[in-house]
């Protein structure tokens, strides 16, 4: 049995790592090997949403994964600028139907957040302190500042909205 699809293609299967499933097809064992597997971007990214919107970044020690979208409205002012934050264990794909809906009214910028989809993990891995909240605040923080991206709204979903709060009280 495999891991199932990451749009359309099959992931390894999980008896060759080690884990099993139990009867009602729940994946059980040792699972800490999917986190150190990373996604390849040729790969699985080769057909993500909004791949041509996407660029990489690195700053903090991490190499980012971003997706910009500029403002579609014309206008003689520069638009306002909204940042996205998925919630854990999601990616940038989190946002592929809303971004459409903001695009009118603002610059978009999504991340994918450290040691998630395209964005690597730190070089420490796993147990780094930049994985925790505060330590991922100041890793957003350090990179939204070397992009001069200041976003008049921000937008999370779950540990993204915990994460924006981090970084409001930081």
Request: aromatic share 6%; proline share 6%; net charge neutral.
């Amino acid at each position: 049995a495999g891991l199932g699809a990451v749009h359309g293609r099959d992931l390894p299967a999980f008896a060759a790592c080690g884990c099993t499933r139990d009867v009602a097809g729940r994946a059980t064992g040792d699972r800490t090997h999917l986190m150190q597997r990373r996604l390849d971007w040729d790969r699985e990214g080769a057909d993500w949403p909004h791949r041509a919107h996407s660029a990489f970044i690195a700053c903090d020690g991490l190499r980012w994964h971003v997706q910009r979208f500029a403002c579609t409205t014309p206008s003689s002012l520069p638009a306002p600028r909204c940042l996205l934050i998925h919630g854990t264990g999601a990616s940038t794909h989190s946002w592929r139907d809303v971004v459409p809906l903001l695009q009118p009214h603002f610059d978009v910028l999504a991340i994918d957040l450290p040691g998630h989809a395209y964005t690597s993990l730190p070089g420490d891995g796993i147990g780094s302190a930049q994985l925790s909240l505060p330590g991922m605040a100041q890793a957003l923080s350090a990179m939204l500042a070397q992009q001069n991206f200041k976003p008049a709204l921000a937008v999370g979903h779950s540990a993204g909205a915990a994460l924006l709060l981090r970084l409001a009280i930081d």
